[in-house]
């Protein structure tokens, strides 16, 4: 004898549940969640955010003052130096979160350039492929050759060392990957069936790409993004302590880094910043690592 079930009753919304079942991305943000270390980076970053854009403004310090009477003092909670100060006096406190600021501005912008520029000229060359696709990507080979110190200088010299113009050069320099990354699921997924519908229902190339090829993309774009961030805050810090980064009395933490070096005889103006740094790629790298697994269909 068989039951009936009776609409709205518990049954029709187990049976309604079941048949539709878990999506795609309601699977990867389960797996995603489920990371500890992907969701402890994920606070992190948060935490680390916050502190970096909202601390200035709260910090009793300025981070280009210089405390004349306090030189290269160690950490101590007089006058609310917990991190001591740098040789010219300035407060380190102070100093660290404008230089988190600049770091993670640099790699949301340089990221976000690089996302912009490779995923389009990816997408197009390998949808069009062909002559097109050679073509836009022997531009790519030819900027590859071209070493990345050597175009950010050359940036540098002909428009000045100007903060945002090293954001622009380090992203016009990161988006050659991500356009091969995407390159290669686009011609992948030109193939699908639901490319090949759409291509019969008459939709243009642009809707393709915008409808159905971009939205496939975003998974393993959303995890190169989280692994170029921690590459893009290298580079920039790798500029500064060679002295083409940003200009005093802004600073970043690869140029707090540089200038603790150079100071044996204050460990703190070395160690807060390189700790500093550490913990945000450490961040950065394990919310990677938790959506390139979440993302893998080998895991599922």
Known sequence: MMMAVVPGSTADVLNKSAVKGRSLWDDSRRRLFANKAAVAGMILLALLTLVAFIGPLVWPHSYEYQYQDRLGIAPTSENMHWLGTDILGRDMVAR??????????????????????????GAVAGFAGGRVDQFMMRIVDVLYAVPFIFFVILVTVVFGRHIFLIFLAIGAVEWMTMARIVRGQTLALKQKEFVEAARAAGVKPLGIIVRHILPNLLGPVAVYVTLTMPVVILQESFLSFIGLGVNEPLTSLGQLISAGQKEFAYPWLLFAPAALMVVTLFSLNFIGDGLRDAFDPKDR
Not at 96 to 119: C, E, M, N, R, Y
Request: glycine content about 12%; cysteine-free; aromatic content about 12%.
């Open 96 to 121: 660290l979160l404008i230089g988190l600021q600049i770091s993670l501005a640099v790699g949301f912008i340089a990221t976000f350039v690089s996302l912009v520029i490779g995923v389009a000229w």
